[in-house]
């Protein structure tokens, strides 16, 4: 799985942190989302796919292998 | 379970399918939207699409490829016009009639308008991209655009409309903007930042009636009999649940589909998103959420349990949502609305900012900040997920 984000468009809800926050985090200023991780571990696919699915400004794309 | 109706393309409906297939649903999934547009994301329309920031394809949820591999039996531009839960069909105004093993209600609201006028050219409401792109069109610069009601849409338009040099006057009926929903305090402060950017928010505003000249509006007239002269008037005024349709069914609806702590309205029957009032047991309490995460939740938890009879588990999330107006973002975690206190934290950095904490009874249920780090809410909703008592809670974010 390849993870990218696009933090122009994102809202700041922090949604993706709390379901993956080895994946996720948010910057502290304004906090829009920074991507720890791109090729995330098999077990953490649930909570990002999870995470893609909940953004609420749909930022998080999902290219899987 | 076989043949998986759902009806609604927004964002809880795809959510829902995209959920069945990932959990391993090979079965057939019908899903149904009355627009014709594919499922695309609502929150920008008062956004980024009104400022003209974003084109109307950024909002396309999916590409027309991820959409094909859910091989979905995709039925746009149609309504549902009934359902029958003894023979489990689904008839559609095309004359169409879907049978179902498991039907998703996430058909969701559309904008309440005022009486009479329907058909005056230049009266908006504020739901659809077509509704979006037809407000769009008509903010210049130097047009006059009254807002009928300061809730979040409403606010939303104005700033954006601000933006663009609109000249904008928010009307609210209440005393405060948003009270019902956030408090009096948050009210305020939203109050306040629309005033220093300039756009009027006037108070205790009852409208009597759209007034226009061949059919095109020219003002407001308040209660008072005082006339707002518009060349837009965007009716902001909330929204109704699309249960019409199920008006014969058997179900329970009142306003919005009435499910359990499962999202379960009948055996067999679900609802997500903006519709579906559902007892969410965190808060112990009926609620209708109609903010965008709730609804993508919402059709995952569905999915899960619609594939899982054996082990439903109940859906009782902690609510959130964000609005953006001017430079502010205002978020919130919780069940606001029924709150017995409002209590307004200190803040400690600088700048205009607004930290308030919610209590029901004897607990924290809900938090908002405004202006602030959006990172600071994340501590805060944790504790309302661990049902904290009020005194307690307050203690333990003091000291996060």
Not at chain 2, 88 to 101: E, F, I, K, N, Q
Request: glycine share 8%.
């Amino acid at each position: 799985m390849k993870v990218s984000v696009d933090a122009d468009k994102c809202v700041a809800a922090g949604q993706c942190v709390l379901l993956a926050p080895e994946v996720f985090d948010q910057r502290e200023e304004d906090g829009v989302v920074v991507l720890l991780d791109e090729s995330p571990s098999s077990e953490l696919h649930g909570p990002v796919r999870e995470s893609a699915m909940v953004c609420p400004a749909a930022v998080i794309h999902l290219a899987e292998s | 379970m076989k043949r998986v109706v759902i009806v609604g393309a927004s964002i809880s409906g795809l959510a829902t399918a995209e959920a069945l297939r990932r959990n391993g649903h090979e079965g057939p999934i019908a899903l149904v939207g009355a627009e014709p547009e594919a499922p695309y994301d609502r929150p920008p329309l008062s956004k980024q699409v009104l400022t003209g920031q974003w084109e109307p394809k950024e909002l396309d949820l999916r590409s027309p490829a991820e959409l094909d591999a859910l091989e979905l039996d995709l039925r746009l531009g149609v309504r549902a016009t009934g359902l029958d839960i003894s023979r489990r069909t689904v008839s559609l105004g095309d004359g169409a009639t879907l049978d179902y093993d498991a039907l998703v209600v996430a058909t969701g609201v559309r904008a309440r308008r005022l009486p009479g006028t329907e058909r005056i050219i230049g009266v908006h409401t504020l739901r659809t991209l077509s509704d979006a792109l037809a407000l769009k069109e008509r903010l210049c610069p130097g047009r006059r655009l009254v807002i009928v009601g300061a809730g979040f849409v409403g606010a939303e338009v104005a700033a954006a409309a601000h933006g663009l040099g609109v000249e904008v006057t928010l009307l609210e009926a209440g005393p405060v903007p948003l009270a019902l929903a956030v408090g009096e305090a948050a009210g305020r402060f939203l109050t306040d930042v629309h005033h220093e950017h300039g756009v009027l928010v006037r108070v205790g505003a009852s409208v009597r009636e759209v007034v226009q000249e061949r059919g095109q509006v020219t003002g407001v007239r308040l209660a008072d009999g005082a006339v707002l002269p518009a060349d837009d008037v965007l009716v902001a005024i909330g929204s109704i649940a699309n249960t019409e349709w199920l008006a014969d069914s058997g179900l329970s609806v009142q306003d919005g589909l009435v499910c359990d702590e499962y999202s379960a309205a009948a055996p067999g029957v679900y609802g997500v998103g903006d519709v579906a009032r559902w007892h969410n047991p965190l808060f112990d309490t009926a609620m209708r959420v109609e903010h965008r995460t709730n609804a993508a939740e919402q059709g995952m938890a569905v999915a899960r349990n619609l594939l899982n009879p054996e082990a439903r588990r109940p859906f009782a999330p902690v609510p959130y949502f964000w609005s953006d107006q001017y430079d502010v973002k205002v978020q919130a975690y919780g069940h606001l609305r029924d709150h017995d206190e409002a209590l307004v934290l200190e803040t400690t950095t600088e700048g205009p900012q607004l930290l308030v904490a919610y209590r029901k009874a004897d607990r924290l249920v809900g938090v908002l900040a405004a202006g602030a780090s959006p990172k600071i809410l994340r501590a805060w909703r944790a504790v309302i997920a661990d049902r904290a008592p009020w005194a307690a809670a307050l203690n333990r974010t003091n000291a996060a």
